[in-house]
């Protein structure tokens, strides 16, 4: 079975591109023996430190975008940015998980800039908090969506688009390689991303919502534009809602807001480790 390393590593040494994982980097690039000298025995030589996961925490709104305003005037954007400093600062004693924020102030960031954070950063898993409005008052608890799979049997539509997620996916010039099996590699890619996006959004929720409320049918999915990095596993959390009056007391409150951060930490870390292993 290919890995996503394995898958990733393989684009990487088609393409030859510097913008792509630097373990993927690692794995391709091997040292040639000197002339007249044996190589070293495989066990003798000593394995290179295993990096960490990296975790990108994407704090929904920000600046002039406030997101969802709550019933006594909470804004979400500075609760999505309390809950991923908390699960940073969660995270913090980890030397096997490196987290970054794709904001760490009140500042407003275009969504494909946060993706483009995740990628520079050779992201293992992208997750990105938000505490939204419901359109239904009563609707309260966590969900988590992933990003809704576009069925179509468009044939020249899905080469076009194969075509173009070329550098949609690493940034990659695809122009003088072999495309037909750049295409293959993208597509195992993406069904990889796609999978552990799911597994990650089902065990969140799962372990999670053993904790707190969760909504009536929380493993959702949509076409949010931070979740379109195909072959980078995202998962997009609802914290609560703050239009809910049981939800903003909970997410207004900067003790019970940790709380629901460490909760989340703590799901979030075996998740990582998993995609550090893939
Ligand atoms: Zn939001």
């Known amino acids: 079975m290919y890995t996503r390393r394995f898958i990733l590593s393989s684009l990487a040494g088609l393409l030859g591109s510097a913008a792509v994982p630097s373990w993927a980097d690692a794995a391709s690039r091997k040292t ?8 070293v025995p495989k066990a003798a030589s000593k394995m290179p430190p295993r990096p960490p996961a990296v975790v990108i925490l994407d704090p929904g709104h920000g600046g002039r975008d406030p997101g969802a305003i709550g019933v006594t005037g909470t804004e979400e954007k500075d609760v999505t940015l309390s809950i991923c400093q908390s699960i940073r600062q969660a995270l913090a004693g980890r030397s096997d998980i490196k987290v970054f924020l794709t ?4 500042s407003y960031i275009p969504l494909p800039s ?6 520079e950063r050779h992201a293992d898993l992208f997750i990105s908090i938000h505490a939204d409005a419901a359109p239904n008052k009563s609707a309260r608890g966590l969900s988590a969506y992933t990003r809704a799979e576009k069925a179509t049997d468009d044939f ?20 003088a390689t ?20 799911l597994a990650a959004k089902r065990r969140i929720v799962t372990g999670v919502g053993e904790r707190v409320q969760l909504l009536d049918n929380p493993m959702r999915a949509a076409n949010f534009a931070v979740l379109r990095s195909p072959a980078l596993p995202s998962v997009l959390i609802e914290t609560g809602f703050l239009t809910n009056p049981h939800d903003e007391k909970i997410l207004r409150n900067s003790k019970s807001r940790a709380v629901l951060a460490r909760y989340l930490a703590d799901q979030i870390a075996p998740v990582a480790m998993d995609l550090r292993e893939a």
Do not use: C, W
């Open 114 to 119: 946060r993706v483009a954070f995740a990628h």
């Open 156 to 175: 020249a539509r899905r080469l076009a688009d194969r075509e173009n997620q070329v550098d949609a996916i690493y940034g990659f010039d695809a122009h």
């Open 178 to 197: 072999d495309k037909q099996t750049a295409a293959i590699l993208i597509d195992l890619a993406r069904r990889h991303g796609h999978n552990a996006s």
């Open 32 to 39: 040639p023996p000197l002339p007249g000298r044996k190589p």
């Open 103 to 106: 904001r760490d102030r009140d």
